[in-house]
Structure formats: C-alpha cells, structure tokens
C-alpha cells in the first residue's frame, strides 16, 4: 500500500465521520421541531363589547381583550363587516369567547369567516362560531337592541394598542 492510497483511505474515514455527525445534528435538529410543534394548545379567551347596525349591509364595531393562560394579553379591535338578509341594531355587552387551535397569542389576530342566524327583540343574543384557517373562536354574549336575519359576515381581529383600551373603558 503507497502514502496515497492510505491519505485516500483517511480522508474516506473522516468524510464519513463527518457526514455521521451531520446527519446526527439534523435529526436532532427534527426532533427538537417536532417536539415544539406537538405542544398542547395554548387556552385563550376573548371578553368584548360590540355594537353594530344592519340593512342588507352589515357593520359593527368593538373593542376587547385576550387574554391567554401563558399569561399573554392584547387589547384588540372587533370589526364586522358582511352582507345577506339582516336588519336591525344592537349592542352586546360582556360578549365572551374562546379560541382553539392557539400556539401564540399573535394567532387569533385576523379575519374569521362566519354564518349567522339571529333573531331577537329588545333582549338580543348571539352565539356562533367562526374560523380562520385552523383557528376558531366560538362567541357568545347577550345585549340590548333589535335584530332578524342570516348574515354572512368576516369577523376581523387587529391589535389595538393600551391607550385606545383605556380611552375605550372610561
């Protein structure tokens, strides 16, 4: 055997070597992924106040916080917007909600699609169900007004900042 068949042979050992322990590393690397991607929802929960009005056309407004069991919290801004066949107002107070399929709390925010029906005369109730991707929020709250109808509606969330909240409670 010569200098270069054994420098050939050592290079072989040490390229192996390597490519072991770089495959060791992304498999580590796998499993640290999927061990961070299989964690248990996080529990979150939306508390609100929303007021709106419908002809055909329907638009309401709102403002309320989430707040998660991590320990996280935003203030956000509730906008409803949609059309179908509605008429009425309403304001909802201490409306309540819980989302699933939360891994952050930057996760609820955005658009939710929702289906309604609703009806109801001075004492008027909502319950419904929305979703956004994997995302759902299930709502309910009671108020004051006079709504009928089924309504096909987005439901946006956006983040709101402290001083907006605290403008808002007063």
Not at 19 to 27: E, P, R, S, V
Not at 47 to 69: K, M, N, P, Q
Request: hydrophobic share 40%; proline share 1%.
């Amino acid at each position: 055997m010569n200098t270069q068949d054994s420098i050939k042979r050592i290079r072989g050992r040490k390229l192996a070597v390597l490519l072991g322990l770089a495959m060791c590393g992304a498999t580590g690397f796998a499993a640290a992924g999927t061990a961070s991607a299989a964690q248990p929802d996080l529990d979150c929960k939306l508390t609100f106040t929303l007021t709106g009005w419908s002809a055909i056309y329907e638009h309401a407004d709102g403002r309320g916080r989430v707040t998660c069991a991590n320990g996280e919290s935003m203030p956000v801004r509730i906008r409803v917007r949609g059309g179908g066949l509605t008429a009425g107002k309403w304001h909802i107070n201490d409306g309540k909600g819980n989302f699933t399929d939360v891994y952050k709390v930057s996760d609820v925010l955005g658009n939710y699609a929702a289906a309604s029906a609703n009806a109801g005369i001075v004492k008027s109730g909502t319950a419904q169900v929305l979703s956004k991707g994997t995302v759902s929020l299930a709502l309910a709250g009671a108020g004051q007004g006079i709504n009928l109808g089924v309504s096909g509606t987005r439901f946006t969330i956006s983040r709101a900042d402290e001083g907006e909240e605290a403008a808002h409670r007063k």
